[in-house]
């Protein structure tokens, strides 16, 4: 089977290209960042508590429910509960994912970039069409997002929203036309891939629009129930033939 | 350490093992081929949960959404590079959130 990786000449710029391709996502989530800064300055936390908490985490969703759990007084292994269920969809994705990474991805490279995916980063490299990525073009990838969530957060905390309102509000598609940017061309011409997407959003609307599951199920495990059900029937109905036969991601 | 420090590492504990270990595990290793179909299929589907519905509220207004979401929908269709679509998203949600 052909191994084409993405990895340039030298692994300056395998990094380079990462960065260049990471760096429009990093900008995208700058407002949910900031709306992270402001509501940990809201919950009393201090500028340092916050950034360190968006470094060290680095996990959107997780982090707003943390502090809000917290300054609802709930109770530490409560919060780590609710954080873990949210987050048991990064398994699937790391999953997915390793099967691009290079056999000979040093232990240090392969806790970093296991450390540093977010469903934005692992959704970018996913779509890339290469069907090996080195680690250095992953990281490269991975860094803006996680330097922007950071610094982001402190801004917010300051309180310096640097866009006004009106296009805060619009901007909050952004991350969402980004998906689209990735997801579409890559299904259109894969009808397997078009189906099995159909089907995931289908049963996330499903959860959403029935007010007792989405009661009940919070972001995280709905995510991880769809899109887990739906590649479930993409496995059964759709059977990828053996390696190279179809066109990898 | 404060309350928030011990709790931002507790939650560095429970989160990062999820991200970590399946690049340890399977970095390189040959699935069987239902298992290698399930995870061929994990980005679609993960791409379509985090898409729909939630971005028919992502301007918090679901005209504007609707309208950015459709041409975002367009522009990728037709092949346009993501920085287009990006813009034109946002660009649509903007005006029509004005009118």
């Known amino acids: 089977m052909k191994s084409k990786t993405n990895s340039n000449s030298t692994i300056a ?34 500028a340092w508590e916050s950034v360190f908490m968006s470094f060290i985490v680095f996990a959107g969703a997780s982090q707003f429910v943390a502090v809000n759990l917290f ?52 959704s970018l490299a996913a779509m890339q069409k290469e069907d090996y990525l080195s680690s250095e073009f992953v990281m490269g990838l991975n860094l803006p997002l996680h330097f922007t ?21 619009s901007m909050g598609i952004a991350i ?16 397997a891939g078009l189906i099995v997407t159909a089907i995931a959003m289908a049963m996330s609307a499903y959860i959403k629009w029935t007010p007792f599951l989405d009661a009940t199920i919070n972001k995280g495990v709905s995510i991880m129930i769809t899109a887990g059900a739906a590649a479930l029937f993409g496995a059964i109905v759709f059977p990828r033939k053996e390696e190279g036969e179809q066109k990898p991601l | 350490m404060t309350k928030i420090i011990i709790l931002s590492v507790l939650m560095m504990l429970v989160t990062a093992p ?39 509220n992502s301007t918090g207004n679901i ?19 993501p920085l287009l679509v990006l813009t034109g998203a946002i660009f649509t949600a903007f005006i029509v959130s004005h009118i």
């Open chain 1, 13 to 46: 710029t395998g990094f380079i290209n990462g960065f260049k391709k990471g760096t429009p996502i990093a900008l995208c989530c700058i407002p949910g960042a900031i709306a992270f800064g402001i509501l940990a300055k809201t919950a009393s936390l201090t």
């Open chain 1, 71 to 122: 300054t609802l007084g709930a109770a530490i292994p409560e919060i780590l509960i609710a954080v873990g269920v949210l987050n048991m969809r990064h398994m699937m994705m790391s999953s997915s994912l390793a099967k691009k990474y290079l056999p000979n991805t040093t232990f240090l490279q392969k806790f970093w970039m296991g450390f540093e995916m977010t469903d934005e980063t692992f």
């Open chain 1, 149 to 169: 969530w950071t610094t982001a957060t402190y801004l917010g905390w300051i309180g310096t929203s640097i866009l006004p309102d009106s296009v805060q509000e």
């Open chain 1, 176 to 191: 969402f036309a980004i998906f689209m940017g990735l997801l579409i061309p890559s299904v259109r011409k894969n009808r």
């Open chain 2, 18 to 56: 999820s991200r970590i270990l399946p690049a340890f595990f399977l970095t390189g290793r040959k699935l069987p081929p239902f298992v290698e179909s399930f995870l061929y299929y994990v980005p679609f589907t993960i791409l379509g949960s985090l898409i729909f519905p939630d971005i028919l």
């Open chain 2, 63 to 81: 005209y504007s959404s609707i309208a950015g979401a459709a041409m975002a929908f367009l522009l990728a269709w037709f092949g346009r590079g």
